[in-house]
């Protein structure tokens, strides 16, 4: 499994998540993002090209050492200034960015409620962070579905979880959720409800 999680799955993952299906929705997400900005899953750079020109640096969090090395053609072929950082390090000054992005990430991060408090740590209070997740559906066929499939998923998917319901993570981290869409995409529904949105960090 060390070499599958390791190696096989982030290379996978980059490969199905940046298929041209998910560039419309990656395209609504990163509408209206400007300035210095913090993406947290950043995976192999799909988002680089949908982000407007109003941003300027970018600093990227991601783990995996496979996505980093295959994000480097991503990331020579941007104008915008790309920086890996860890989050919950020095790296950034507390407050100073200015908004913060998330696509397909808090349901495969171990903890996302700590992972949220670190963003909320590194932007401006009120910043906001542009989100984009699957999670758990409305109706309950597709849930009990998810629910059986749940196990599996993890241990196929790096770690993915599809009954993580990325609003109430969002708003029990203190986050104060702006503007969002729920539906499904196509595809098998267990895997295809969608959640697109604008939060704020928590203000003092």
């Given at each position: ?35 210095e900005i913090v993406e947290v ?83 401006k209070p009120g910043a906001p ?68 949105g604008v939060a704020r960090a928590?203000?003092?």
């Open positions: 499994m060390g070499l599958y999680n390791d190696v096989v799955m982030p290379r996978l993952v980059g490969r199905v998540c940046g298929h041209r299906f998910f560039d419309p929705w990656r395209q609504r997400v990163c509408e209206g993002l400007g300035g899953g950043f995976g192999t750079g799909t988002n680089l090209r949908f982000l407007p020109p109003a941003v300027r640096r970018v600093y990227a969090v991601e783990p995996s050492l496979v996505a980093r090395a295959a994000a480097r053609a991503a990331v020579e072929r941007t104008s915008i200034d790309v920086e890996f950082i860890e989050l919950g390090t020095t790296a950034v000054a507390r407050g100073s960015l200015d908004a913060a992005l998330s696509a397909f990430t808090l349901c495969s991060v171990d903890d996302p409620r700590r992972v949220l408090g670190q963003i909320a740590a590194v932007v962070l542009h989100f984009l997740e699957h999670g758990l559906a409305p109706d309950a066929a597709t849930a009990r579905w998810q629910h059986r499939l749940n196990g599996l998923e993890q241990r196929l998917a790096g770690g993915c979880h599809l009954t993580r319901d990325p609003l109430r993570l969002l708003v029990e981290s203190g986050f104060e959720v702006d503007t969002y869409v729920q539906e499904y995409a196509r595809g098998p529904r267990p895997w295809s409800y969608f959640t697109l928590p203000r003092p």
